[in-house]
T-cell receptor, first 116, second 114 residues
Framework: GAGVSQSPSNKVTEKGKDVELRCDPI?????LYWYRQRLGQGLEFLIY????????KSGLPSDRFSAERTGESVSTLTIQRTQQEDSAVYLC???FGGGAKTGELFFGEGSRLTVL | DQQVKQNSPSLSVQEGRISILNCDYT??????FLWYKKYPAEGPTFLIS???IKDKNEDGRFTVFLNKSAKHLSLHIVPSQPGDSAVYFC?????????????WGAGTKLIIKP
């Protein structure tokens, strides 16, 4: 696709349920990021993939969060047993490898998660 | 511990005048500083960046100034246009971070008045 695509754009779920968020990066982009933005705050780093591997998962807020990437393309962010504090916009970004080293990322429109 | 701070939540500027957005940081090891622009219901888009070895970078109406001794950078937009109304995020990157993660400020909402 022409840009980074994320789905769903909006998700409302009940506390305790699992959710899965999907990101389709720009074709050929080897670097993929997940960030989270809570209301009125800056973006919070979650995880970085170079190809299919994530060298450091320490940015994930808790063990309820997991992410994977397959085929150096699609990535999914899974939140298990959602809590109200998980409510946020989850943003995916991609870049060619060199772009990650200069911070020039291409963002999707985000998935807005609301946990009731 | 906020490493990147944008102390003005909002800024209102008359169309045609200069808009100046400010950002302060605490980590002297940052290698790049970036400005992203965000419209409602869209993801941030990259606007302009500056390497830590420079003090100015200009791209059309947008100029970023870096004052390393003060750990301060600013984005100047001149002349301001209605389409510039958006939230502007300052972000910083350290190449020592193997994740190349951007550290973000909270954003400044810029409103351009006609």
């Amino acid at each position: 696709g022409a840009g980074v695509s994320q789905s769903p754009s909006n998700k409302v779920t009940e506390k305790g349920k699992d959710v899965e968020l999907r990101c389709d990066p720009i074709s050929g982009h080897t670097a993929l990021y997940w960030y989270r933005q809570r209301l009125g705050q800056g973006l919070e780093f979650l995880i970085y993939f170079q190809g299919n591997s994530a060298p450091d998962k320490s940015g994930l807020p808790s063990d309820r969060f997991s992410a994977e990437r397959t085929g150096e393309s699609v990535s999914t962010l899974t939140i298990q047993r959602t809590q109200q504090e998980d409510s946020a916009v989850y943003l995916c970004a991609s870049s060619f490898g060199g772009g990650a080293k200069t911070g020039e990322l291409f963002f999707g429109e985000g998935s807005r998660l609301t946990v009731l | 511990d906020q490493q990147v701070k944008q102390n003005s939540p909002s800024l209102s500027v008359q169309e045609g005048r200069i808009s100046i957005l400010n950002c302060d940081y605490t980590n002297s090891m940052f290698d790049y500083f970036l400005w992203y622009k965000k419209y409602p219901a869209e993801g941030p888009t990259f606007l302009i960046s500056i390497s830590s070895i420079k003090d100015k970078n200009e791209d059309g109406r947008f100029t970023v100034f870096l004052n390393k001794s003060a750990k301060h950078l600013s984005l100047h937009i001149v002349p301001s246009q209605p389409g510039d109304s958006a939230v502007y995020f300052c972000a910083a990157l350290s190449l020592m971070d193997s994740n190349y993660q951007l550290i973000w400020g909270a954003g400044t909402k810029l409103i351009i008045k006609p």
